[in-house]
């Protein structure tokens, strides 16, 4: 029986917001929805807030895919554009002044290793990544997670899994975290799909197209160096958003899939910190606001 893959890494990109290195994307096979490889997507992503415009792109490769051990080498790189109104900051500082504000580059490589082993009659799930982090200012950090899901229940219609969450850095206040999926499908037009509490009910009008009802986080983040005293050499920009929304994806033509999505974001977190420790050195308001994201994939 066919392992939720996509499934795991969307669980781990809702529930680890410090770590930006998976998308919840969830590409089509020919047969329909599937869960198949992402080998090439970008995005564009525009919200009416202080970081307005993210062009994403991502590319991957799994060179061993077994039903055992899978592994993949990734690449990810994004451009945004932060413009911080001051009054916004939690301190007195000049946004532009400490580099906070104008267009950043971030980019990632990495690798990711999905393995299964049986316990107890049923599937442990164990899921490892590496990842080197770098900006048009420095380079960020290598850091990496070690997750483990126990698959409790997994037949045709319904998963259901849970397991701990380790971050491999120091960056972080909150090192091991738990996390869950569920996935139940209902009929061949209607799915729930749970990650960690959030949520996307999927209803399938044709084989070819799916509307999805739901919310996820959207993660903002990039390095620079404020060349501030009493702060470090360089910082890590952070802002993790609920976005609740609707998204409308289509089968455009064979292997090759696009994506609409509409909503509104709001601001769990925002925080500077240094790039590698957990210490915060600046946080900032950010309101509700409206974004439309536009997305485009090649899937083998």
Known sequence: MKIPFITILALLAVV??????????????????GLVKTNLTFSYDHAFGAVPDNLNGRVSYQFINKPFLKF???????????????????????????GLNGNHYYGSFGFTALGFLPVFGKPLAMLATGSAEWSNHCFG??????????????????????????????ASSFPVLPGIIYRHRFNKNLALNIYGGIFGLEFNPTPDDL?????????????????KEGWPDKCRFTMTLFRPGLKYKRRIARNFYGEIGAGVGFKMSGR??????SKR????????????KATVSYSL
Do not use: C
């Not at 690449?75 to 916004?88: G, H, I, V, Y």
């Not at 290598?142 to 219609?157: H, I, Q, R, T, W």
């Not at 050195?281 to 439309?292: G, K, N, Q, R, V």
């Open 211 to 227: 509307i999805v009802f739901g919310g996820d986080l959207d993660v903002r983040s990039f390095y620079f160096k404020p060349h």
């Open 272 to 277: 500077v910190t240094g790039a590698t420790k």
């Open 72 to 98: 993949t080498a990734n690449a990810r790189f994004n451009t945004l554009w932060a413009n911080f109104e001051d009054s916004r900051l939690s301190e007195p500082l000049d946004a532009w002044g400490i």
């Open 141 to 170: 950090r290598v850091s990496g997670l070690f997750g483990a899901v126990y698959l409790l229940k997994l037949n045709k219609n319904t998963q259901f899994g849970i397991g701990p969450i380790v971050l491999i850095h120091t």
């Open 281 to 292: 050195y600046l946080d900032f308001d950010e309101d509700p606001s409206f974004f439309l």
């Open 16 to 33: 680890l917001p410090a770590y930006p290195q998976f998308d919840m994307l969830q590409p089509v096979d020919e047969s329909g929805y």
